[in-house]
């Protein structure tokens, strides 16, 4: 069995255990009975010692289909555990309508990078956006049209994310980016990249209606470790978001550090 494929593995491992002076050799082999059937075997063979009575190879050969059937079984049922289990987390931590990061995910993330940023003195920002009138396209064509807008502009924040960013739905029309490594003056030109994205795309009604769609975008960002709590970023990005829309909507504001009290 062994010599009719001297290149296999079996071969190469029986060569090395003689090489080594062992005198036992186990492997798993798979053989046709008579009947022309498929078995998995696990084989043993014995070479004799020296002196011993009997000179002939010694082999046994135990049938091993069923166990090996139900490894395999088995190992297949830990797989797709194992799949079911990624699905579950992703589901954990997804907002359902725009396959964004959810709430949860976000403080985690928001209170994770805060803590990095300060223990190595780099800057993080936080733009939060809110879809302007939003409650126009609910309440004049319905909720199915306000959640294909929804869905619209998160994956055009989606797709205008940056490597390290996080883009999370926050609640409602309210969408956040954590901007890690980047600057107040960078997130605002990120933001307003952005905020252009939007106002260029259109959602169409069911009626055939192409409506625009604009956002308003809050900005601010710890620098120097200049903020103390990572809810006082949260803070000062929705104040600017509140500037933004006092000043007409369809625009990025942020706030200025000296009026910046949490």
């Known amino acids: 069995l062994l010599m009719r494929n001297p290149e296999s593995q079996n071969f190469i491992d ?42 002939n190879l010694l082999i046994s050969l135990v049938d091993i289909t069923e166990r090996s059937r139900v490894e395999q079984e088995k190992d297949l049922l830990l797989n797709k555990l194992h799949q079911l289990n990624r699905q ?29 940023a300060v223990r190595h003195g780099r800057p993080l920002s936080l733009l939060i956006a809110d879809i302007d009138d939003f409650k126009i396209f609910n309440d004049t064509y319905g909720h199915q049209l306000g959640d294909k807008v929804l869905a619209q502009v998160a994956s055009l924040l989606k797709s205008s994310r940056r490597g390290a960013d996080i883009v999370a739905r926050y609640g409602g ?47 601010f960002s710890m620098e120097d470790n200049n903020l103390e709590k990572a809810k006082d970023l949260l ?28």
Do not use: W
Request: positive net charge; proline residues 1%.
């Open 173 to 219: 029309e309210e969408f956040v980016l954590l901007l890690p490594d980047t600057t107040l003056r960078h997130a605002m030109t990120v933001g307003d990249k952005i905020r252009q994205r939007v106002e260029s795309s259109v959602v169409e009604s069911d009626e055939g209606d192409k409506l625009k769609v604009t956002i308003s975008m809050g900005a």
């Open 14 to 55: 029986f060569l090395a255990t003689m090489a080594r002076g062992n005198k036992n050799f186990q492997a798993e082999l798979d053989l046709l009975t008579v009947k022309n059937n498929a078995i998995r075997t696990i084989m043993n063979l014995s070479v004799p010692r020296e002196g011993a009575k009997f000179k």
């Open 88 to 116: 579950l987390e992703t589901l954990a931590v997804t907002d359902g309508l725009t396959m964004l990061y959810n709430h949860r995910f976000f403080m985690e993330s928001l209170n994770r990078e805060f803590s990095r």
């Open 235 to 262: 803070i000062l990005a929705d104040k600017a978001l509140y500037l933004a829309k006092d000043a007409g909507k369809n625009c990025v504001r942020t706030i200025a550090q000296s009026s910046a009290k949490t």
